[in-house]
């Protein structure tokens, strides 16, 4: 097991209509919020009407901004960092889904430590620039998914150099997030089920990194996978259940908090390999994760098969004794699930071909290869070959 610093630094407001309480919430830490969301639409500006009421109750000022865009861009992040320096903010409301939160984190420390969101980013050999500090954030997540909401991470892209990369800062870390099922609760299916697959992600890529023992991480990962599978279940029966959609909150939340990998803080690359399917074809970074999952598992299945089968027997229903066959049958478990869920997608669907997967292979590789290699890490060093047959196997 490895030595490791980990504490949870956000506080979590669950309950339906706790919404309601922003503003006393956010007088705690600012006078002046900036109000970081989506385009409103119908079933969506009542929402944001009902944070700048509860803001206006408690004497908080409030500037709006509802340009964040899915997978949110570095111009646009820039944009709303001009306008919280000019007006004067000094508080960030994230009310939205990971987009809407990474993007926010962006906000909150650049407005802070000046320059450009996109100088913070993890490129290649660049050595990123370092916050000094940051605005406080209040996360109301819209969605179960991403786990942004209580974290540290933030991922951006850049429309003009088809990237998207990440980073990570504690300065970002959230001071309380508002988890009011009722938001989760209007969104449309798709998403939902495409949020469960990306939760999902999640949970194995510490699981299968393999660096070091931690049966703590293990049975805390197994317990929440077998969780989110159940509830994945219930919340398909009846989207409006809000117990369930509470429990796929806390699954957003704790399977990407680090609890999930206490004592072996490794991943499998699987995000980084989605990543240019987001920055060439802006496919939702949820639904990217439905295509690489399977085939990843698939194709690395015979790097650590004891990990591999262990995941397979404790969760899929595996009895294989044999380590190899057992890890080979987790894809197989997996993609049946995904076909159950209606999550089974390939690149195909979307009309995408194999004209990009070279490009988009040597975009990984020259975002996040290990310094002085042409390799990204995971269990065994990965190449660009081996990522274009991850994308053939999604085809
Ligand atoms: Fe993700």
């Known amino acids: 097991m490895q030595n490791f610093d980990w504490n949870f630094q956000t506080k979590l407001s ?13 007088s705690g ?7 970081a969301t989506y385009e409103a639409n119908a079933t969506f500006a009542p929402v944001i009407d009902k944070v700048v009421t509860s803001l206006a109750a408690a004497g908080v000022e409030v500037v709006v901004f509802t340009e964040i865009e899915p997978n949110p861009r570095a111009h646009t992040i820039d944009k709303a960092i001009e306008l919280f320096n000019a007006e004067g903010c000094d508080l960030v409301i994230a009310l939205g889904g990971g987009s809407v939160i990474d993007g926010s984190k962006y906000i909150a420390a650049t407005s802070f430590s000046g320059g450009s969101c996109w100088d913070y980013v993890v490129l290649g050999d660049r050595v990123p620039r370092e916050y000094t500090g940051a605005f406080p954030i209040i996360s109301i997540p819209t ?22 990369s990440f980073s990570r800062s504690e300065y970002r870390i959230p001071k ?22 990306d939760i999902f992600s999640h949970l194995i890529e510490h699981y299968l990194s393999s660096e070091a023992d931690s049966g703590f991480a293990d049975r805390q990962t197994e317990g929440m996978i077998l969780n989110l599978m159940d509830n994945f279940d219930k919340i398909q029966k009846n989207p409006n259940d809000l117990d369930v959609r509470g429990q796929l909150a806390l699954c957003s939340i704790f ?10 803080m490794g991943s499998i690359p699987m995000h980084s390999i989605e990543m ?4 060439h074809y802006d496919m939702r970074h949820a639904r990217g994760m439905a295509v690489v999952v399977p085939p990843y598992l698939e ?23 044999d380590d190899n066959v057992a890890a080979k049958l987790l894809s197989v478990k997996v993609t049946e699930w995904f076909e159950r869920t209606g999550m089974l997608i390939k690149l195909s669907d979307d009309g995408i071909t194999a004209d990009k997967f070279e490009e988009m ?29 991850v994308f053939k196997l999604a085809l």
């Open 255 to 264: 399977g990407w908090s680090g609890i999930q990998g206490l004592g072996r």
């Open 361 to 389: 292979a040597d975009d990984v590789i020259r975002m996040f290869a290990m310094p002085g290699t042409n390799t990204i890490a995971g269990v065994k060093p990965i190449t660009k070959e081996e990522i274009i047959e």
């Open 299 to 321: 194709f690395f299945s015979d790097v650590r098969p004891d990990r591999w089968a262990q995941l397979a027997r404790r969760c899929f229903g595996v009895v294989e004794q």
């Open 176 to 197: 309380v997030a508002i988890l009011d099922p009722e938001l989760h609760a209007t969104l449309p299916d798709f998403i939902t089920n495409e949020s469960c697959i």
């Open 276 to 279: 240019p399917l987001s920055a």
């Open 143 to 164: 969605v179960a998914a991403s786990g942004s909401e209580c974290n540290a991470g933030g991922v951006l892209s850049n429309e003009e150099t088809k990237e998207k």
């Open 14 to 26: 669950y309950g339906p209509g706790r919404i309601a309480e922003v503003g006393k919430i956010a």
């Open 29 to 35: 830490f600012g006078k002046k919020a900036f109000l």
